[in-house]
C-alpha cells in the first residue's frame, strides 16, 4: 500500500508564489518518475510538470518559467514551487508518480499513483 500527501496550497493573489510538496511512503521513491497534475473547476485534470527519475524535467507550456519541480529521494518528497502565480493557476493540485519508464509528461492515465490534492486559488 502506499499514500501520497500533498501540502501547501493556500489563496494568494496574482504575481505571488506557494511552495508544494508532496510526501510518499513509496519505499522505491527514487525508482518512480513524480509529476504535478492540477484540475481546475469545471475542467479536466491537466499534467503541469514530470521529474523523471534521471532528473530529467518537462513542463506544460503554460507554466514554463514560473513553476519548478524538484525531487529529494532520501526525504521521499517532490516539490513544485510556483512563481508569478496568475488566476488561471486555480486548481486543485495533486501528485502522482509512476513506475513505468516513459519519457515527458503524458496524460493522467499513465499514473497509476496519486494523492489526494491541494487547492491553490489565485485572486486578481
Known amino acids: 500500500q502506499y499514500r501520497l500527501v500533498e501540502s501547501g496550497g493556500g489563496s494568494v493573489e496574482a504575481g505571488g508564489s506557494l511552495k508544494l510538496s508532496c510526501a510518499a511512503s513509496?519505499?522505491?521513491?527514487?525508482?518512480?518518475?513524480w509529476a504535478w497534475f492540477r484540475q481546475p473547476p469545471g475542467k479536466e485534470r491537466e499534467g503541469v510538470a514530470v521529474?523523471?527519475?534521471?532528473?530529467?524535467?518537462t513542463y506544460v507550456d503554460s507554466v514554463k518559467g514560473r513553476f519548478t519541480i524538484s525531487r529529494d529521494n532520501a526525504e521521499r518528497r517532490m516539490y513544485l514551487q510556483m512563481n508569478g502565480l496568475k488566476p488561471d493557476d486555480t486548481a486543485m493540485y495533486y501528485c502522482?508518480?509512476?513506475?513505468?519508464?516513459?519519457?515527458?509528461?503524458?496524460?493522467?492515465?499513465?499514473?497509476?499513483?496519486w494523492g489526494q490534492g491541494t487547492q491553490v486559488t489565485v485572486s486578481s
Open positions: 502522482a508518480a509512476r513506475r513505468r519508464i516513459c519519457s515527458g509528461l503524458h496524460d493522467a492515465d499513465s499514473y497509476p499513483y
Open positions: 513509496i519505499i522505491a521513491f527514487g525508482n518512480y518518475d
Open positions: 521529474i523523471e527519475r534521471d532528473g530529467t524535467t
